[in-house]
């Protein structure tokens, strides 16, 4: 089984090998990330001191981000090998699908981050509101 192995990856070329390489570890870190994510584990803790004004959860340069532009940078730039394609083709075209994928993921947690909603009532809200109390009100604020 090892030299099938060998002599697979000895027939590759410099870059399916470099492809290859990156497409390994990367989906095997985006299949890890999915399953945590769908168990309930977070794996994108790791926070980088970079100053930014997104505090809503859409960071672009975050870790999920990065094996998610790994994963289809490679995949993708093996696909445009097997496709025939010339190899300056191959690597534009596996970056820019790699970046197309950040943006689609920061997107995504961009909105998701959106639905979320703290529930504390706004007072301010219910002014000159029409609403029905269960508790009696004392009249010129009396008491509490």
């Given at each position: 089984?090892?030299?099938?192995?060998?002599?697979?990856?000895?027939?590759?070329?410099?870059?399916?090998?470099?492809?290859?390489?990156?497409?390994?570890?990367?989906?095997?870190?985006?299949?890890?990330?999915?399953?945590?994510?769908?168990?309930?584990?977070?794996?994108?803790?790791?926070?980088?001191?970079?100053?930014?004004?997104?505090?809503?959860?859409?960071?672009?340069f975050s870790f999920k981000n990065l094996v998610a532009f790994f994963t289809i940078f490679a995949w993708s730039g093996l696909a445009s090998i097997e496709g025939g394609l010339a190899t300056i083709f191959v690597l534009i075209l596996s970056s820019i699908s790699g970046l197309?994928?950040?943006?689609?993921?920061?997107?995504?947690?961009?909105?998701?981050?959106?639905?979320?909603?703290?529930?504390?009532?706004?007072?301010?809200?219910?002014?000159?509101?029409?609403?029905?109390?269960?508790?009696?009100?004392?009249?010129?604020?009396?008491?509490?």
């Amino acid at each position: 089984m090892l030299t099938d192995y060998s002599g697979w990856w000895n027939s590759l070329e410099t870059l399916q090998q470099i492809y290859w390489t990156i497409a390994f570890p990367a989906t095997l870190i985006f299949l890890i990330q999915m399953i945590m994510t769908f168990v309930g584990g977070d794996i994108d803790d790791m926070d980088a001191d970079v100053d930014t004004d997104l505090d809503d959860g859409a960071h672009f340069f975050s870790f999920k981000n990065l094996v998610a532009f790994f994963t289809i940078f490679a995949w993708s730039g093996l696909a445009s090998i097997e496709g025939g394609l010339a190899t300056i083709f191959v690597l534009i075209l596996s970056s820019i699908s790699g970046l197309i994928m950040m943006v689609i993921m920061t997107a995504l947690f961009y909105f998701m981050s959106k639905l979320s909603h703290s529930g504390t009532l706004q007072m301010s809200n219910s002014i000159g509101k029409t609403g029905s109390v269960y508790i009696t009100i004392p009249a010129n604020r009396t008491s509490t």
